[in-house]
């Protein structure tokens, strides 16, 4: 069975500082590795995600992510985070069989002050 | 071109009431899946829907239950509605004849359902 940890479940940070945003998963297959961000009473929005390849990824509003095959990790980094990016960001994996079914972690709330 | 629409938005039943949910997907998709949002949590899958039928299903009861229509568009049913059924019940559309490596899973607003 797959499993998501997110390490933190909240994370504040002042304006224009580095985040990062940590996710272990547990598979015992090769998986699909997704970051979607949820605004407060909004769905959810691809980040980015990693399918193969170059291990570290872009996604949209500068963030980026890196695959860790070793340490089964996928953390999620902004080297300068804006007030809009408070938001809580769910780490997702996927088995290349399944689909498209999702396996979400808890969540992380990040919360941008001034 | 529309994204996954959702509706109604929010509705609030009663225990043991019925509740049915409406999703049509992505122009160019063919699968539906569900999830319930509780509150504080992450999103959990309760079905998938390809070609009309259940193609996969999370850890939920019998009263949860879909419906996929010619048109792709989907349908969530729950009966004998609970207190804990309070949630965000998202929709999630994809497509399989891209395949997995270059489809990318978008998803609608949701329906926050409130059962009292």
């Known amino acids: 069975a797959q499993s998501v940890t997110q390490l933190d479940s909240q994370v504040p940070v002042f304006e224009e500082a580095p985040v990062e945003l940590r996710c272990n998963y547990s598979?015992?297959?090769?998986?699909?590795l997704f970051w979607y961000v949820q605004y407060p009473n909004q769905g959810l929005q691809l980040l980015l995600k990693y399918l193969s390849g170059s291990t570290l990824v872009k996604g949209i509003n500068g963030f980026e992510a890196e695959f860790n095959k070793s340490q089964t990790s996928f953390h999620l980094r902004k080297p300068s985070v804006h007030i809009s990016d408070t938001a809580e960001y769910f780490c997702a994996v996927s088995d290349l069989n399944q689909g498209g079914k999702l396996i979400f972690g808890q969540g992380t709330e990040l919360s941008v002050k001034p | 071109d529309a994204g996954v629409t959702q509706s109604p938005t929010h509705l609030i039943k009663t225990r043991g009431q019925q509740v049915t949910l409406r999703c049509s997907p992505k122009?160019?998709?063919?699968?539906v899946s569900w999830y319930q949002q509780a509150l504080g949590q992450g999103p959990q899958f309760i079905f998938q829907?390809?070609?009309?039928?259940?193609?996969q299903r999370g850890n939920f009861p019998d009263r949860f239950s879909g419906h996929q229509f010619p048109n792709y568009s989907s349908e969530l049913n729950v009966n004998a509605l609970l207190l804990g059924d309070s949630a965000l019940y998202l929709c999630?559309?994809?497509?399989?004849?891209?395949?997995?490596?270059?489809?990318?899973?978008?998803f609608g607003e949701g329906s926050w359902l409130t059962v009292v």
């Open positions: 598979s015992s297959v090769s998986v699909y």
């Open positions: 829907y390809y070609e009309e039928e259940e193609r």
């Open positions: 122009s160019g998709h063919d699968t």
């Open positions: 999630a559309s994809s497509s399989r004849i891209r395949g997995p490596s270059g489809n990318t899973i978008y």
